[in-house]
Each structure stands twice: as C-alpha cells, then as structure tokens.
C-alpha cells in the first residue's frame, strides 16, 4: 500500500504514515484514508443539497404558476363577495353576496292586515234612478282594522257567534255550505240575507274568498250595489285569500236587507257584515 500523501509505501496495520507522519494514510491502492473520506462526505452532501434546493424551487415555481393561471378559488368562496373579487365595476346597489337583487312586499296575515281603508283602483257603483244613490266601493283588507272601522261587526256564521238584538238571517240554499269559525261559504246558485231592523246608513260586507271561490253580487234592499269577482289570488295574505270590504254609504236611515249571492258556477266566502246606525 501508499500513502496518500507522500506515496511512500507504508503497511495497512500501520496508524501513521512512518515517511510523513499522515493518519491512516492509505488509499493509493483502492483504499482511501481519513482525508479522502471527508472530502467524498463533502462532496456528497453539497450534491445533496443541490438537490433538495432545486425540488423546493421546482414547487414554489408550480405553486405561483397555479395562482396566475387560476386567480378566482374554486368552490363557494367563504368571505363575502366584495373581499374575494373586489367591488370594481359593481353598482352602488348590488348585492355582494352574489344573489339577485329582489323586490318583493312583507307578506301580509289576518293579524296584520293593511291599517287603513284603501279604495280599490276601479270601485264599482251600481246605477242608481234618483239622485241620492248610495255610495259603494271596495276597500283592500280587514275592515275591523280600517281608520274608520264600522261601528258593528255581525260575523257571519251565526252558529259560532250569535247575533246581536235586532238581526236575523236567512239562507237561501238547499244545502248548509260550508262553515267555519265566523266564516261562511256560500254554494254557487245560493244567497246569504241579513235583516237589520234598527235604523242604519251605511252597510258593508266583509268578503274572504280562496283559490275556489267565484263572482259575487252584493244588494241591499233588492238592489244590486256590487258584483265581482272574489277568487282568492293575493300572495299577502294566506293562501292568497281575496280580503276586500264593500262598502255601501249614504244610504236612507232605516232597516235594510243586505243580501249577498254567489252569482255564478262558484261558492263565495264572507266574514262578517258591517254596519253604522243611523244619527238620529
């Protein structure tokens, strides 16, 4: 064997070179001394990290490609529109939360009904041969909740509530119709007559009708005042129920008979009949 050193020969047993003084000087031969070890470990390790460097730039290189080529996140986005994409090129009134814009009204219930009288667009009036005729229109919602509500509220199911001193009914129909709390329903070709006997100037009826229900007349006294349609179709009040009040004023002081029937192939529905007596 040689040193590796001086190249002097020196024996494999021997620790220190005996020409120069080097440790475990060997390696000429295939066998490589302490130094020459180092210097491999050196250079292995330096490759190594050459290595290692060159991956993570490889992934840091992807991972910035990705986001430029996919800027918007994929998915529903957990932060509110505006911080995702920005507000460049919004209206002032959008909605940042990427839904539509709706305009819709509060839906409406029985409890919470419109809280004044307001007159239907296109009210009708019934002709009248003399010139003091009464006055009728129709009035969006529950008249009980009106400004000026009507002095009494005679419901109409008189089997569930009975009626005050003074009025009667008759039912014109071969059936019972349909009852419910105060409610009734009037079979198609059938009539509801109230009889007030004290003296009154001004009469209502309170109308309620569903998907179901048809045209109606309204007299008082024999003499048609109102006839409409009462078909339920309006999305404030539940189950679309037509909530309308006809009113009938300035009529003569004295006893009326306010008479309501379903006119056509359909029931109609009424809640209550109003009435004002009349000032003395």
């Known amino acids: 064997m040689h040193c590796s050193q001086c190249g002097n020969e020196v024996s494999r047993s021997e620790k220190y070179c005996r020409h120069c003084g080097a440790e475990n000087a060997h390696g000429q031969n295939g066998t490589v001394g302490r130094e020459g070890g180092r210097s491999s470990f050196s ?15 490889c992934a840091a290189g992807a991972v910035l490609l990705d986001v430029l080529i996919s800027p918007e996140p994929a998915g529903e986005p957990d932060l509110p529109y505006a911080l995702w994409y920005g507000t460049d090129g919004l209206d002032a009134d959008a909605d940042l939360s990427g839904e539509p814009l709706q305009e819709s009204a509060p839906p409406q219930t ?20 003399t010139a003091n005729q009464p006055l009728v229109a129709l009035y969006y919602g529950d008249a009980r909740t009106f400004a000026l509500p009507p002095e009494m509220v005679i419901y109409a199911n008189v089997d569930y509530t009975p009626l005050p001193a003074g009025a009667g009914v008759l039912w014109i129909c071969p059936s019972d119709g349909f009852r419910y709390y105060e409610w009734v329903g009037i079979p198609a070709g059938c009539a509801y007559e109230m009889t007030l006997s004290f003296p009154t100037s001004s009469l209502g009826v309170q109308f309620w009708g569903d998907g179901n229900d048809g045209v109606a007349r309204v007299l008082v006294d024999g003499q048609i005042m109102w006839e409409g349609d009462t078909r339920g179709e309006d999305g404030n009040w539940p189950g679309g129920a037509f909530v309308r009040y006809v009113s009938i004023d300035d009529l003569p002081a004295g006893s009326h008979v306010v008479r309501v029937e379903a006119a056509e192939t359909d029931a109609v529905t009424i809640y209550f009949i109003g009435a004002d007596e009349a000032l003395p």
């Open 43 to 57: 250079a292995i390790a330096i490759g190594l990290s050459i290595a290692l460097g060159l991956a993570l730039a």
């Open 110 to 129: 029985p409890d919470e009904p419109t809280p004044e009288a307001l007159p239907d667009p296109t009210p009708t009036q019934a002709a009248s041969p």
